[in-house]
């Protein structure tokens, strides 16, 4: 990552903002274990709220799911 980062500053002026937390609408949560959650939760409330649907109830809705190297982490709900 250094070596990346120095090479970056040779051509644009950095800054470094510490710890990524949120970010075009993805919020970034690093776990203990050093695994990033990356999820959309808060975008989806901002969107709820916005259009006074904040306390409607869910409706679970079926989808494929075709695995891409990504893993899904069990406990884990928005």
């Known amino acids: 990552m250094n070596v990346l980062l120095k090479a970056l500053r040779e051509d644009f002026a950095l800054k470094d903002l510490g710890d990524l937390h949120y ?19 808060k975008y ?17 809705t079926p989808m ?7 893993r899904i982490v069990p406990g884990i709900e928005a």
């Open 23 to 41: 970010f075009l609408g993805i919020e970034v949560e690093k776990k203990p274990s050093g695994d990033l959650l990356l999820t959309q939760r």
């Open 44 to 60: 989806a409330k901002d969107i709820l709220t916005r259009m006074g649907m904040l306390k409607c109830k869910p409706v679970s």
């Open 64 to 70: 494929i799911v075709i695995h891409s190297g990504l």
